[in-house]
């Protein structure tokens, strides 16, 4: 009896040691029940981001991406489809024109006809431009609001188990945390909820894509991927990731050639039906194309933390260079970056590879692809964010970085007071597990350097909201702010190219039979 007595006694002191964080009480209640603990508190933040203003709230003529959405509500509804790419008496391309996918543009189709069951005067053609209420930004933001909840919310509960499913040290605190992570992205709150954008639903998508991949649903992933590119063609950030990974896997099976035929199907498939609406002419389909191709911006626009932009200082490439040479240098120098990681997937196709993959691919065309806009920081930050839990420094040092590249654009829309609130929030929960407050060794040996790149972005933020800049250089502290985020920038896509690769030895041996 004493035995027994003690052995109980032993079992709930090692229970409570392994409750060792804030997530304890729900460790035995599941992951779909921290989930939806942790989505209901992730939407409370989301409305609160939303009660503030957005892009060109009252700055007229053209106002911002908010009334750009409304607009392609506005042309979705009161169109037919052939007309939403083309210039015309009744579609002003020069007034925020599509420039989307298709699958944009049946978003913004279903979103308008919301609008134009609670409000029509918000989607009336030509009446509505500049149409500012506030039932109206209620609705808009309703819109963004179901699309999080119905898309990307899922798709992170998907990830989540697929990439926990065959990791059994991952404990239930850890993918609560993980789940945190991915759902409070700060930078996706405040560019969706905050600025106004659908970003959640090509992330989504593309969480959903990856989650399928990692469980071997490769057609379905392929199909989720296509959809992805379909709604922001800046969704192609992860397109060498996708190729170099579903290639090797598919080189190492019995027929490697019908695979490829297989996952080749399914992706013209869904492009086919996804851009019907243009198929009946050539011209139809390049007037399209050539709204998504926006070359006539140039190289870069603002100061976004990339080479083209960082580089200007000392090189005027959109002075001296043309359009024509500048996109080959730009194409070159994105597919060069990208080729190595795309080999290392080829070779060793794993799925942590795959998402050191995602990471390296999204970073080539962040620093070096042609207009790339602030807001593209969200791209590498999804497959940084997937990575958390076995690089948790890599990603709350890019995360770092990544808001303060926001920064510049952040005030501009007034959301300063949302940005700092939520800056907050994110590194309580990223300090609240132990998985935050762990360091990579690589970055261990640089903790000096990188505190005091830290202790600049944080006088930065002061700096930039408190000093007024001299005369003849306006845009000085911006041109800083790009320059430190650059910097960080470039070591962590090196670092990760650098990781990927020395995950070839690790490549279990199963992994490298042929699949059946």
Not at 181 to 201: A, E, S, T, V, W
Request: glycine fraction near 4%; proline fraction near 4%; include cysteine.
């Amino acid at each position: 009896m004493e035995k027994v007595k003690e052995s109980i006694v032993t079992k709930n002191k090692d229970d409570l040691d392994n409750h060792d964080d804030a997530c304890w009480w729900s460790i035995h209640k599941g992951v779909k029940s921290i989930f939806l603990s942790i989505s209901l508190f992730a939407l409370l933040v989301r409305v609160a981001v939303s009660l503030h203003p957005y892009s060109g709230a009252g700055n007229p003529p053209k106002y911002g991406d908010y009334e750009a959405q409304r607009h392609w509500m506005e042309i979705t509804i009161n169109l037919p489809a052939k007309d939403w790419y083309q210039n015309s008496t009744t579609n002003d391309l020069y007034y925020w024109g599509l420039d989307y996918p298709p699958l944009t543009a049946y978003q913004s189709y279903i979103h308008g006809l919301f609008l134009k069951l609670f409000d029509s005067e918000s989607v009336s053609l030509f009446t509505s431009r500049g149409y500012e209420s506030y039932f109206g930004k209620l609705l808009m933001r309703w819109t963004v609001l179901s699309s999080d909840v119905l898309i990307f919310f899922p798709a992170v509960l998907y990830f989540v188990l697929a990439y926990s499913s065959n990791n059994s040290s991952f404990r239930k605190s850890d993918l609560a945390w993980q789940i945190a992570i991915l759902l409070i992205n700060p930078c996706l709150i405040l560019i969706d909820h905050g600025h106004f954008q659908y970003n959640c639903i090509s992330l989504g998508l593309t969480v959903g894509a990856i989650a399928a991949i990692c469980t071997d649903k490769d057609l379905v992933g392929s199909f989720l991927f296509t959809l992805a590119l379909n709604h922001k063609q800046m969704s192609a950030y992860f397109a060498p990731a996708f190729f170099s990974h579903l290639l090797g896997k598919c080189m190492r099976r019995r027929n490697p050639i019908v695979e490829v035929l297989k996952l080749g199907l399914v992706v013209l498939g869904t492009f086919a039906i996804i851009w019907l609406p243009y198929l009946h002419s050539v011209d139809a389909v390049l007037q399209v194309l050539s709204r998504l191709a926006p070359f006539e911006r140039g190289l870069y626009e603002d100061y976004v933390a990339n080479f083209w932009c960082a580089t200007s200082v000392l090189i005027k490439w959109k002075r001296f260079f043309s359009v024509k040479l500048l996109k080959f240098l730009s194409f070159t120098a994105t597919l060069s970056t990208c080729l190595p990681s795309m080999i290392q997937q080829i070779r060793f196709p794993s799925k942590q590879g795959f998402l050191h993959g995602l990471l390296c691919s999204s970073f080539s065309f962040y620093l070096f692809s042609f207009q790339v806009h602030e807001k593209s920081v969200l791209l590498p930050l999804l497959p940084a964010s997937m990575l958390a839990l076995d690089e948790p420094s890599l990603f709350i040092h890019f995360l770092h970085y990544a808001l303060l590249s926001m920064f510049p654009l952040i005030v501009r829309d007034k959301l300063v007071q949302a940005y700092l609130a939520i800056y907050a929030l994110t590194f309580l929960i990223i300090n609240a597990s132990n998985k935050g407050q762990r360091k990579g060794r690589a970055f261990q040996s640089a903790r000096i350097l990188f505190g005091f790149f830290l202790f600049c972005s944080l006088v930065l933020h002061i700096v930039y909201l408190v000093v007024r800049p001299p005369e003849r250089y306006p845009f000085l502290f911006e041109a800083v702010i790009m320059l430190l985020c650059f910097s960080q920038f470039t070591f962590l896509a090196v670092f990760s190219n650098i990781k990927q690769w020395t995950l070839s030895k690790d490549v279990q041996p199963m992994d490298k039979q042929k699949l059946n």
